[in-house]
């Protein structure tokens, strides 16, 4: 990523309200949330170009902190290499994604994905 704002993007749409699979953060670099904007291919989208409805954190979200203070907040079945194994295709992987996206978005207040 270049850092710079985008002043627009055919994925994402001003207003419109996403639902936010995982929080991840690096000090001093990034914030980066992960959404779903295409089904199947979850995708980091830079925090700054979002604005904050709901501040709610669904109930299946932990938090992990690694080495350099790398923060990711979100499924703890999503840790250990989980989304290498997603995007090589592996069963899965893809049975676990789907069961913890379906928790988030039950939790999201009705938000579409």
């Known amino acids: ?3 710079e704002l985008e ?3 055919s ?3 001003v207003g419109r309200e996403y639902v936010v699979l995982e929080v991840l953060a690096s000090p ?8 779903d904007l295409a089904p199947g291919v979850p995708s980091l989208w830079d ?6 409805v709901d501040p709610g954190v669904p109930p299946n979200w932990v938090a992990t902190i690694r080495d350099g ?6 499924p703890a079945r999503w840790r250990d290499g989980f989304w290498e194994r997603y995007f090589d295709d592996d069963p899965e992987a893809i049975v676990t994604f ?5 928790a988030i978005v039950g939790e999201s207040r ?4």
Request: aromatic residues 8%; hydrophobic residues 35%.
């Open 1 to 3: 990523m270049t850092r």
């Open 7 to 9: 002043e627009q993007n």
């Open 11 to 13: 994925s994402i749409e």
């Open 28 to 35: 001093g670099r990034y914030v980066h949330l992960r959404l």
């Open 47 to 52: 925090a700054e170009m979002f604005e904050t």
């Open 69 to 74: 203070g790398f923060l990711a907040l979100g």
């Open 98 to 102: 789907e069961a913890e996206r379906t």
């Open 110 to 113: 009705g938000l579409e994905s």
